[in-house]
């Protein structure tokens, strides 16, 4: 597994915005797909956006479409996830992940992804 480190989470009001940042310890250019979970009281993880370490493409959850941009630096081995125009359901703890060793199917299930940050907590208040 690659350790994984997030930062950026907080407080918001409605309207607001954020950036979260997840370093890797490393890169493995087999592990295709580096997104961002989030898991809210009560609720299932989900996720929100995923990008293609490789190509580069982007994958987002039709809740965040327009208002949320993954992108990511090869140079730090990050991920980012600039969040606009927050609302008070996009309230959870978000997780930085990185998909298994040479898979290559869907980009959105849990158990495909074997490494995961501890979490950051995002709270958005009207």
């Known amino acids: 597994q690659v350790q994984l480190v997030e930062s950026g989470g907080g407080s918001v009001q409605v309207g607001g915005s954020l950036t979260l940042s997840c370093a890797a310890s490393?890169?493995?250019?087999?592990?295709?797909?580096m997104g961002w979970f989030r898991q809210a009281p009560g609720k299932e993880r989900e996720g929100v956006a995923v990008?293609?370490?490789?190509?580069?493409?982007?994958y987002y959850a039709n809740s965040v479409k327009g208002r949320f941009t993954i992108f990511r630096d090869n140079a730090d081995n990050a991920v980012y996830l600039q969040m606009n125009s927050l609302e008070p359901d996009d309230t959870a703890v978000y997780y930085c992940?990185?998909?298994?060793?040479?898979?290559?199917?869907?980009?959105w299930g849990v158990g495909n992804y074997d490494s995961w940050g501890q979490g950051t907590q995002v709270t958005v208040s009207s």
């Open positions: 992940a990185l998909s298994r060793p040479y898979y290559s199917g869907g980009v």
């Open positions: 490393e890169y493995t250019a087999s592990r295709a797909y």
């Open positions: 990008i293609h370490t490789g190509v580069r493409s982007t």
